[in-house]
């Protein structure tokens, strides 16, 4: 599953959620090996299922609401909350919320948006044509402060009480105590040039930076502070805070405009638009996620969590487009494991010889990790050897040339050669150190004489 926002981009990898790349699917069969069936096109490369059944299409239910604030004491709100600076923050109590102003119900199916026809919100619930409630996923609610905080988002619709579990429930000035709503910056998980947005993660910074979406989506003051940085591969991670985002390029008035004239949210991919901007001080907004009952087969909790984990999925399909390049793909990696290992059994030969000769008190100590390591790389080589014709250096070139080679190479093969690697490092390090004492022993030897 690709990243749910894109953005259209001259380069051949695949971006994120907001990113604007061609995407490729890599199909598992359940074998031990991928397959694409790769269609050549005048601008793209689409990777298409080897098998005739095809499961359905993941889609949701989103509705975003529009918050009110209640700050009259007398009509049982709160009074507004300013840090030291005099600057507007939002309310900790959800009493501090007034009605939400209900917006479209829209559908989001494999990339593209549509309105939910007579699927409406009231009262707290999502509901369906008949009357029933919709089953609901997730809850976001983003608020953007001013320029200062910009934006604050907490898990789940602030304005409704939360329910605290309190060991000791006593009353503070003749008032139960309440719990107070925490709010989050938004932070992002990164993987490589992609971030995931969510609640609390472990940047502040997105992964890259250059990409129209970054202003569009007010996300300038989180674009990644290197000078050197790279071009952002896109945003993914949690769709209601996502759709909040998304929701803030607009006034609440045009975002129906925004999804279904405009479609600037479309295929994957963020195209932008041209309306003003909704982040206007103090505004908040209340995105909910639905599954959606006209797709029972690909609208649910499983398939939705597939699709927050983006990053994971984008990771591998980058990675099998980059396999498909001759430069830096499965055939580089190929030569190199290939050298490493031959380069090594080499050398375990020449250590073994050579203790033996210089030094006959290391003899057993040698044999032990060599024989440890010898059996695994030779039947490693075994295996690596069976692809020389296609990604040895004699290979013939091109990107589509031995394409279930190299991606058999990349997603199976290269793994175990990587294991193997992670396995022997610590007979390795042994030998390493048996190395460096006969090095000693020989310079101590020659100082001597």
């Not at 569009?216 to 949690?238: H, R």
């Not at 390049?325 to 190199?336: M, V």
């Not at 004699?394 to 991606?407: D, S």
Request: with cysteine.
């Amino acid at each position: 599953m690709p990243a749910i926002l894109q953005q259209p981009s001259t380069h051949a990898a695949a971006a994120g959620i907001l990113g604007r790349e061609v995407i490729h699917k890599p199909i598992n069969d359940g074998h031990e090996h991928f397959h694409y069936d790769i269609r050549s096109t005048s601008t793209a490369y689409t990777a298409v299922p080897s098998e005739s059944s095809v499961p359905p299409p993941v889609s949701f239910l989103f509705v975003v609401n529009g918050m009110t604030f209640n700050e009259n004491r007398h009509a049982g709100g709160v009074l507004p909350r300013v840090d030291d600076g005099g600057r507007w923050l939002p309310p900790v109590l959800s009493a501090g919320f007034g009605p939400q102003n209900p917006g479209t119900v829209f559908r989001w199916s494999n990339g593209d948006i549509s309105i939910a026809t007579g699927y409406a919100w009231d009262e707290g619930y999502g509901k369906t044509p008949n009357g029933d409630n919709l089953e609901w996923y997730h809850t976001a609610t983003i608020i953007w402060c001013n320029p200062f905080y910009q934006f604050l988002v907490t898990q789940g619709d602030a304005s409704i009480p939360i329910d605290a579990d309190m060991e000791d429930e006593e009353e503070s000035d003749g008032e139960e105590e309440k719990a107070v709503i925490q709010w989050y910056p938004i932070n992002f998980h990164l993987h490589e040039t992609l971030s995931r947005v969510d609640y609390a993660a472990d940047s502040q910074y997105l992964a890259g930076n250059q990409r129209n979406f970054i202003a569009e989506l007010g996300l300038t003051s989180y674009q990644c502070q290197d000078d050197d940085a790279p071009v952002s591969g896109g945003i993914s991670g949690n769709i209601a805070i996502l759709i909040g985002l998304i929701a803030f390029s607009c006034t609440r008035q045009e975002l129906r405009h925004v999804l279904i004239n405009d479609q600037a949210w479309r295929g994957y991919r963020w195209r932008g638009h041209q309306r003003p901007t909704g982040r206007r001080d103090g505004r908040g907004k209340v995105v909910s996620i639905y599954l959606d009952p006209d797709n029972p087969g690909g609208s649910t909790r499983e398939a939705l969590r597939g699709l927050q984990d983006i990053s994971r999925r984008l990771v591998i399909v980058t990675k099998a487009v980059k396999a498909l390049n001759d430069l830096d793909g499965a055939p580089a990696h190929y030569r190199e494991v290939k050298s490493f290992l031959t380069n090594l059994k080499m050398t375990l030969e020449a250590l073994k010889v050579e203790s033996v000769v210089l030094h006959p008190k290391y003899v057993d100590e040698v044999k032990v990790q060599v024989q440890k390591i010898r059996v695994p790389i030779e039947e490693s080589l075994t295996v690596t050897r069976g692809y020389e014709a296609s990604l040895g250096i004699a290979a013939k070139k091109g990107r589509f040339r031995n394409v279930q080679k190299k991606l058999d190479w990349r997603f199976v093969v290269s793994k175990k050669a990587d294991a193997l690697r992670r396995t022997i490092e610590g007979d390795m390090m042994s030998l390493n150190s048996i190395q460096t004492r006969l090095i000693l022993v020989v310079d101590i030897d020659a100082s001597y004489l």
